[in-house]
C-alpha cells in the first residue's frame, strides 16, 4: 500500500463510519458528522478545555470546532461554564447525563455497514474484514493523531 492508497482508505473507512451511525430522531443525519465526532472525541480525552484548544489539537479550523460544540451542546454531549479567569471563554467537558442518542451511538454496530460496503461477500470476507478493523482501531487509536502532530511539530 502507498500513502495515496493509504489516504484514500481512511477515506472509505470515515464514509463506512458515517453509514454505521444510528439515523438521529429527526430522521436524517445533519451532515458533518465526522467534524463532530472528533470534536467530541477531543473534547472527552480534554475536559476542561476551550474551543480554541480543541481546534489547535484536532487540526480543524475554529469555526468548524464552534459549529461542533453547538450540535454537541444542544443535543447534551457537551457542557460549556465560564472560565473562571478569562468569563470571555467557555469550558467544555463531558455531560455526565447520558443521552438516549449518545447511548443509542455507543451500542451500534458496524457490521451491516461494513458489509454493505463489501457487497456481495463470503461470509469469511467479512470476519476477516472485522477483525482487520478490531486490530487497527487497537493501534491506531485517535492518540496517533496527537503523536502524529507532536512529531511534525518537533520536526519544525
Not at 472528533?38 to 475554529?62: F, H, K, S
Not at 453547538?70 to 468569563?87: F, I, K, N, T, Y
Not at 451500542?107 to 470476507?125: K, Q, R, S, Y
Amino acid at each position: 500500500m502507498n500513502p495515496v492508497e493509504l489516504i484514500l482508505l481512511g477515506r472509505t473507512l470515515m464514509k463506512i463510519g458515517e453509514q454505521a451511525l444510528p439515523t438521529p430522531a429527526s430522521g436524517r443525519h445533519s451532515g458533518g458528522e465526522r467534524t463532530v465526532v472528533i470534536v467530541m472525541n477531543d473534547v472527552y480525552e480534554n475536559p476542561g478545555t476551550t474551543v480554541t484548544e480543541v481546534a489547535q489539537r484536532t487540526g480543524l479550523p475554529q469555526s468548524a470546532v464552534s459549529g461542533a460544540i453547538a450540535r454537541l451542546r444542544e443535543v447534551g454531549s457537551v457542557l460549556a461554564e465560564p472560565d473562571p479567569a478569562d468569563r470571555r471563554r467557555q469550558l467544555l467537558r463531558r455531560d455526565p447525563d447520558v443521552t438516549p442518542r449518545r447511548r443509542t451511538v455507543a451500542a451500534a454496530g458496524i457490521t451491516d455497514a461494513v458489509a454493505a460496503a463489501l457487497g456481495e461477500h463470503d461470509p469469511a470476507d467479512l470476519a476477516q474484514v472485522l477483525a482487520a478493523l478490531e486490530t487497527l482501531g487497537h493501534w491506531l487509536s485517535p492518540q496517533t493523531i496527537v503523536r502524529l502532530r507532536a512529531e511534525a511539530t518537533e520536526q519544525l
